[in-house]
């Protein structure tokens, strides 16, 4: 792999920039749009299709040959570039669409294969967090790092539960790793947005984030903010993370081990 991290903190920048005027854009329509299901428990507004055709725009002019893999419109421009940009343009949308103040924009890049930078915007808070390989993790320009708690039983914990788990044997999975991520911890929260999750323990507000249920596009960002903050980000049980795996593991490191234990129970 052609590594070039000064070329990825450029392109952090820029990203940073395009992740600003859709978050101007969010907030005017915050409150003022309706939802439609995509499918039972998947919502999607116009603020959705309009934040990410913003996205869109501002890596387009900027990066003409880069691919952009979005949520709700696919893979756009050329497919065969080194370089993709892998877009959520409203991550939490049914927080947003309810009103519910926990929501953001995320833009990850990976290049090669490998994820090389990340922004993710709350608009409402305007708080931004990015990061790009080898260059740290800031928020609002300061840098950050993940928590130096050493122990579970010290640590707060979120996850991603998926909609419609339903009362099969994915609920009952599902049940069980809440059971065992709340037992003897400072317990654990549903926020409804990973990438936030991810951007929570970069900034050492928690310590783990796990999910069984995610999409590139929901963590590719904050896998990055993670990892250039200290922390590591694997699979649920400790394989190799991959952009497009269905499961993750984010942790402040000192405490991976002992999830990895609780998410093998």
Same mark, same amino acid.
Not at 17 to 45: C, H, N, Q, S
Not at 82 to 90: E, L, Q
Not at 260 to 265: E, M, P, S, T, Y
């Given at each position: 792999?052609?590594? =070039?991290?000064?070329?990825?903190?450029?392109?952090?920048?820029? +990203?940073?920039?395009?992740? *600003?005027?859709?978050?101007?854009?969010?907030?005017?329509?915050?409150?003022?749009?309706?939802?439609?299901?995509?499918?039972?428990?998947?919502?999607?507004?116009?603020?959705?299709?309009?934040?990410?055709?913003? !996205? +869109?725009?501002?890596?387009?002019?900027a990066?003409p040959?880069?691919? !952009? /893999? @979005?949520?709700?419109?696919?893979?756009?421009?050329? +497919?065969? =570039?080194?370089?993709?940009? !892998?877009?959520?343009?409203?991550?939490?949308?049914? =927080?947003?669409?309810?009103?519910? &103040? /926990?929501?953001?924009?995320?833009?990850?890049?990976?290049?090669?294969?490998?994820?090389?930078?990340?922004? !993710?915007?709350? &608009?409402?808070?305007?708080? /931004?967090?990015?990061?790009?390989? =080898?260059?740290?993790?800031?928020?609002?320009?300061?840098?950050?790092?993940?928590?130096?708690?050493?122990? *579970? %039983?010290? %640590?707060?914990?979120?996850?991603?539960?998926?909609?419609?788990?339903?009362?099969?044997?994915?609920?009952?999975?599902?049940?069980? /790793?809440?059971?065992? #991520?709340?037992? @003897?911890?400072?317990?654990?929260r549903?926020?409804g947005?990973?990438?936030?999750?991810?951007?929570?323990?970069?900034? @050492?507000?928690?310590?783990? #984030?796990?999910?069984?249920?995610?999409?590139?596009?929901?963590?590719? +960002?904050?896998?990055?903010?993670?990892?250039?903050?200290?922390?590591?980000?694997?699979?649920?049980?400790?394989e &190799?993370?991959?952009?497009?795996?269905?499961?993750? *593991?984010?942790?402040?490191?000192?405490?991976?081990?002992?999830?990895?234990?609780?998410?093998?129970?």
């Open positions: 792999m052609s590594e =070039n991290p000064a070329l990825y903190t450029e392109y952090q920048r820029e +990203a940073e920039a395009i992740a *600003l005027r859709a978050g101007e854009y969010l907030r005017g329509v915050f409150g003022k749009v309706t939802a439609r299901e995509k499918k039972p428990g998947d919502l999607v507004t116009d603020a959705d299709l309009g934040s990410q055709d913003l !996205i +869109a725009e501002g890596l387009g002019r990066f040959d880069h691919a !952009i /893999l @979005g949520e709700e419109r696919g893979l756009i421009a050329e +497919a065969g =570039n080194p370089f993709r940009w !892998i877009v959520d343009p409203i991550d939490g949308t049914m =927080n947003f669409a309810h009103g519910f &103040p /926990l929501w953001c924009v995320s833009i990850g890049l990976e290049h090669e294969g490998e994820l090389v930078a990340g922004v !993710i915007l709350d &608009p409402l808070q305007r708080r /931004l967090w990015s990061a790009s390989k =080898n260059a740290g993790t800031f928020v609002d320009g300061e840098r950050v790092h993940v928590s130096t708690a050493t122990t *579970l %039983s010290s %640590s707060l914990i979120t996850t991603g539960i998926p909609a419609d788990f339903g009362t099969g044997s994915d609920g009952e999975r599902q049940v069980g /790793l809440f059971r065992r #991520f709340s037992t @003897g911890t400072h317990s654990v549903r926020t947005s990973s990438a936030l999750n991810l951007a929570f323990v970069a900034m @050492g507000a928690c310590e783990v #984030f796990y999910s069984t249920h995610v999409n590139a596009w929901d963590v590719a +960002a904050g896998v990055v903010l993670v990892r250039e903050a200290g922390g590591i980000v694997t699979g649920l049980h400790g &190799p993370y991959l952009v497009d795996a269905p499961s993750i *593991l984010a942790s402040n490191s000192l405490v991976h081990t002992e999830a990895l234990a609780r998410a093998r129970d």
